[in-house]
């Protein structure tokens, strides 16, 4: 797949992340209210860490399989979280997960940034569809995707197992053609 392309938003540049962003995403994604919302994010995040993923995310978008965007704040040029899609080219369709520093919250940064992930997801790499989990317990991101006008699709009971703890999941998705329509 070609390098992810950086992408312009009203207050945001989403560009890929590079190896000297390691020290701000282990800043950032290390605080416990910021990983518990998340999959992936390890709690305590160890030395050493920040450095992998980022040569890892290069490695899975040569695969095709990631799409990954470090969210820079143009104004100051400062980097406040990550977006991206989970691809999977035989379906057409891919998961997208996003997460941002604390300080950064709620003031429509990741609104801002997934309507523009969506805009490439659907009009750059020709997905069918666009899904997002969200834990039933993290209400913040559940109103960034109604936001977006994402469908709601149901509960899944139990479907992570995330720090020692079963957690219920939300389920939003959109389709090509509903994007396309609005
Ligand atoms: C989820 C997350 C990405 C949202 O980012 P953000 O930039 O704050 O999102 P936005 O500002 O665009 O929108 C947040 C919305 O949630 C609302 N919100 C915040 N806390 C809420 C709560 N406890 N209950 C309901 N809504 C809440 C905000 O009011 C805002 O809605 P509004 O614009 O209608 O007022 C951020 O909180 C985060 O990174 N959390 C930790 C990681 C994570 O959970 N990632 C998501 C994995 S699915």
């Given at each position: 797949m070609a390098p992810s392309p950086t992408l312009n938003t009203d207050r945001l540049l989403l560009r890929p992340f590079r190896s000297g962003d390691a020290p701000d995403v282990q800043d950032l994604a290390g605080v416990y209210d910021v990983a518990r919302?998340?999959?992936?994010?390890?709690?305590?995040y160890p030395d050493g860490e920040a450095e992998r993923w980022i040569a890892d995310l290069q490695r899975e978008a040569d695969a095709g399989t990631l799409v990954n965007f470090a969210i820079v704040?143009?104004?100051?040029?400062?980097l406040i979280g990550s977006i991206g899609l989970d691809i999977a080219a035989t379906h057409r369709h891919a998961r997208m997960s996003y997460w941002l520093g604390q300080?950064?919250?709620?003031?429509g940064y990741c609104t801002e940034a997934v309507r523009a992930l969506l805009a490439y997801g659907f009009?750059?790499?020709?997905?069918?569809r666009i899904y997002a989990p969200h834990f039933l317990n993290n209400p913040a991101s559940g109103r960034v995707l109604q936001k977006v006008g994402m469908a709601y699709e149901g509960g899944l009971r139990e479907h992570y197992l995330r720090f020692g703890r079963y957690v219920d999941v939300e389920l939003y998705g959109l389709l090509e053609n509903e994007f396309d329509q609005r």
């Open positions: 919302g998340t999959l992936i994010l390890p709690h305590p704040l143009r104004e100051e040029n400062r300080p950064y919250w709620n003031r009009r750059q790499l020709h997905l069918h």
